[in-house]
């Protein structure tokens, strides 16, 4: 069974501050990774994904991947209330499956 | 562009009903995707297709069938409803592989009594 692991929160964090969202993986053969965030009763939408190991950025966002530790994490940079919802890490699974294995979703929530 | 669309949005089953749910995209995707989502979990997958003609099982295929006639459709057919189907479902799309950005829907909120 493959398996995505994420602190189901909730995160709190104050608006201005660093949120830093966790995911670890089991299958070594995982090549690619993503993060969708989810709004309370809407759904998902991509926000970042990341293929090499290291740290990918976008704007207030940057994705870090540590395959050797098989580790994945989303970094949100002067966290806003807006930035308030689920967030939920995706692993393909390794051996060219057409397949994403999610996450649980880590709740976080930006305090004005 | 509407992107992905499903209907309905809301449905009520009783035990042992059947029901179709309605999945369209208009981006000429070859990928499509049924996932649940049980309240507080993940996304669960239920079937995906790569191609008219072509579908097959992911984690969760009980209880469900699926058809893949054209690019544009990708319908789920629940047979003998249970309360263990009681979930949201999201239909989803991306242009070739998984690996690219799956777009979803708006979501199917289904409670079988």
New interface residues.
């Given amino acids: 069974q493959k398996e ?1 692991e ?1 602190n ?1 929160g909730p995160l709190s964090v104050p608006e201005g501050a660093i949120a830093s969202l966790n995911c670890t993986y089991s299958d070594r053969g995982s ?2 990774f993503f993060w969708y965030r989810q709004y309370s009763g ?5 926000i970042m ?1 990341i293929y090499s190991n290291g740290d990918k950025e976008d704007g207030r966002f940057t994705a870090q991947l540590n395959k050797a530790s098989q580790y994945v994490s989303l970094l949100i940079r002067d966290s806003q209330p807006s930035d308030s919802a689920t967030y ?1 890490c ?1 692993v ?1 699974i390794g051996g060219g ?9 880590t709740k976080l929530t930006v305090n004005p | 562009n509407a992107g992905v669309t499903q209907t309905p949005k809301f449905r009520i089953l009783k035990i042992g009903q059947s029901m179709t749910l309605q999945c369209t995209q208009d981006m000429n995707h070859n990928y499509m995707y049924w996932y649940r989502q049980d309240p507080g979990m993940g996304l669960k997958l239920i079937y995906y297709s790569v191609g008219a003609g072509i579908t097959d099982k992911g984690e969760v295929p009980n209880g469900y069938n699926v058809s893949r006639s054209t690019t544009e459709d990708f319908p789920l057919r629940l047979e003998l409803a249970a309360p263990s189907q009681t979930s949201v479902y999201f239909c989803a799309s991306s242009y070739q592989s998984s690996t690219d950005t799956q777009y979803f829907g708006p979501g199917t909120r289904l409670t079988v009594l």
């Fill in positions: 995505v994420q189901s090549q690619s809407k759904s998902p939408e991509l994904f939920l995706a393909n499956s057409e397949k994403l294995v999610f996450g649980k979703g």
